[in-house]
Nanobody, 127 residues
């Protein structure tokens, strides 16, 4: 029922910025959380950032803290990942994921459990 659609990926030069969007629909309550994951071939999927769907509490991986910002437009049911000072190591397929549960923030943002996934959007950082 929950549908997540990512967009905004592309090719950028190192040091530049990019904003990813996740359009979400189908939530039945405010007990949910949204996370951005990054998948790089040959590496484990990494949780980049997470946000609570109700109170907006945010979480970041140490590698992106201070450079990336997760946010939401509640009226549009859209979540964003603003990526600044992009580095080649930031490249990969970025997935929007959601957990809908009374303990969604703990399950997704701490344990990494997600009920739903988007299709992914490619981010390439190259000169």
């Amino acid at each position: 029922q929950v549908l997540l659609v990512e967009s905004g990926g592309g090719l950028v030069q190192p040091g530049r910025s990019l904003r990813l969007s996740c359009a979400a629909s189908g939530f039945t309550s405010d007990y949910y959380a949204i996370a951005w994951f990054r998948q790089v071939p040959g590496k484990e999927r990494e949780r980049i950032s997470c946000i609570s769907g109700n109170d907006g509490q945010t979480y970041y991986a140490s590698s992106v803290k201070g450079r990336f910002t997760i946010s939401r437009d509640k009226a549009k049911n859209t979540f964003y990942l603003q990526m600044n000072k992009l580095q080649p190591d930031d490249a990969g397929v970025y997935y929007c994921a959601a957990e809908e549960h009374t303990e969604a923030v703990f399950r997704l943002c701490t344990l990494g459990l997600a009920n739903h996934w988007g299709q992914g959007t490619q981010v390439t950082v190259s000169s």
